[in-house]
C-alpha cells in the first residue's frame, strides 16, 4: 500500500473530529514562519528532539484520543515539558504500522513515549519531509491546551516520516507561539 505524496489535512482532521482546536487555518511558504516558529518547523528532524532542544527540557507524549483501523493507528496528542507540563506542541498523527517492526509498533501502541524518541531509540533509518506549512489560529481546545488567554497565531507543518523508506507516517504538528501580541 502506497500513500499519497502529502497528508492530506482535511483525512486528519476526520480521524478525530469535531475540530474545535482549530479556529482557521492557512497554508503558507517556509519562509513565511516567523521565528521561533521557523526554526522548530522548517527542518527535517524529528520535533521531539527540536522542541526539547529549543526548550531545554525533553518531553512526555499525551495521547488524548487515539483509533486504530486495520494496519492504520492515529493519535491526538499534545508534548507537555517534563521541567513545568507546559505543552509546547498539539499533533494528530497516522502511522501505518505494516511498515514498523513489531517491537516500535508495540511501544507506540503502548502510548507511553514520543513518537520520535521511539524511532531514534530503535535505530529506524528515518527521514522526515516537511510538504506544507501553515498558519493557524487556535479554537478553544488549544487555547487552553497552550494556557492562552486569547488566540495567538500559531504555526505547524503537514510532513511524512519515511521509514526505512516506506511513507509510515503522516503527520500534522503545531507548536505553542512565543510572546506574540494576541489575534483579534
Known amino acids: 500500500m502506497q500513500l499519497a505524496p ?22 503558507i511558504p517556509g519562509d513565511q514562519l ?14 521531539t528532539v527540536t522542541v526539547e532542544q529549543h526548550f531545554g527540557s525533553l518531553v512526555d507524549v499525551r495521547v488524548l484520543e487515539h483509533k486504530i483501523e486495520g494496519d492504520s493507528y492515529a493519535r491526538k496528542i499534545i508534548l507537555p515539558l517534563q ?3 507546559r505543552i509546547v506542541l498539539f499533533g494528530l498523527v497516522r ?12 511501544e507506540i501502541l503502548a502510548r507511553n513515549k514520543p513518537l520520535g524518541r521511539i524511532l531514534i531509540e530503535h535505530d529506524v533509518l528515518r527521514r ?26 500559531c504555526y505547524g507543518r503537514l510532513a511524512i516520516i519515511h521509514c ?15 510572546s506574540k501580541p494576541p489575534v483579534q
Request: aromatic content about 10%; proline content about 11%; hydrophobic content about 40%.
Open 164 to 178: 526505512d523508506d516506506q511513507p509510515a507516517i503522516e503527520l500534522l504538528e503545531i507548536v505553542r507561539p512565543e
Open 34 to 47: 516567523s521565528e521561533p516558529s521557523r526554526s522548530l518547523l522548517d527542518h527535517e528532524h524529528h520535533m
Open 95 to 106: 502511522i501505518h504500522l505494516q511498515f514498523c517492526s513489531e517491537q516500535v509498533r508495540d
Open 83 to 85: 521541567s513545568n507540563g
Open 128 to 153: 522526515i519531509e516537511p510538504t506544507a506549512y501553515l498558519r493557524v489560529i487556535p479554537g478553544p481546545e488549544m487555547l487552553t491546551w497552550f494556557g492562552l488567554a486569547a488566540p495567538e497565531l
Open 6 to 27: 502529502r497528508p492530506n489535512l482535511k483525512e486528519l482532521f476526520a480521524l478525530f473530529p469535531p475540530d474545535e482546536f482549530l479556529r482557521a487555518y492557512e497554508f
